[in-house]
């Protein structure tokens, strides 16, 4: 199967999840240009082809050739992801630390959420019971309000513990 210039540009913007304007914005040329090229209208010139190869991590025989069925990646080429943030290898260090300590905080504040209601609904089956000088509602009021309890000091956990992880959200988004 033979695959043009125009489709080649179409499946390798598509690949990526790149609109044509998002295209445009990365080789610095109008989002017309990139449509013209994409409908067979126009042919880029040879430096947004060098530039297509990069940014795509392609060979530019491969955007080339009609005959080449299979992307062709160069060696030790990686496609060109402009957008984001780079990384550093102590940034990534520091994000997983932060993971552990954050796990580690939010593993009771959940446990605290699931066991919030045992409390009340051992309460409540004392009086059910009779087995206490406690009532039903004098049981339920007070379950509630452990309950309740527990369930604040979750929520304080969960938050105090994710606003200064909050600084990494953009690790997990990319």
């Known amino acids: 199967m033979k695959m043009i210039l125009s489709e080649k540009i179409i499946m390798l913007r598509k690949k990526y999840g790149w609109s044509q304007e998002e295209l445009a914005e990365r080789l610095d040329i109008s989002r017309q240009s990139v449509s013209k090229w994409e409908s067979g209208a126009s042919i880029p010139?040879?430096?947004?082809?060098v530039s297509m190869s990069q940014l795509f991590g392609v060979t530019t025989?491969?955007?080339?050739k009609d005959e080449m069925e299979e992307t062709e990646f160069t060696d030790g080429m990686t496609p060109e992801i402009t957008e984001g943030?780079?990384?550093?290898?102590?940034?990534?260090?520091?994000?997983?630390e932060a993971?552990?300590?954050?796990?580690a905080r939010i593993a009771p504040a959940v446990s605290l959420c699931v066991l919030s209601p045992v409390v009340l609904l051992w309460l409540l089956g004392m009086a059910g019971a009779k087995r206490g000088a406690v009532t039903e509602n004098v049981a339920g009021g007070i379950?509630?309000?452990?309950?309740?309890?527990?369930?604040?000091?979750a929520v304080a956990?969960?938050?105090?513990?994710?606003?200064?992880?909050?600084k990494y959200e953009y690790l997990e988004k990319e």
Do not use: Q, S
Request: proline letters at 2%.
């Open 157 to 166: 956990v969960f938050l105090l513990t994710g606003i200064p992880y909050n």
């Open 61 to 64: 025989d491969y955007l080339l």
């Open 143 to 153: 379950g509630l309000i452990v309950l309740l309890l527990m369930v604040v000091v």
């Open 99 to 103: 993971t552990k300590k954050y796990a």
């Open 85 to 96: 943030k780079v990384i550093t290898v102590e940034e990534a260090n520091t994000f997983l």
């Open 45 to 49: 010139d040879l430096e947004r082809i």
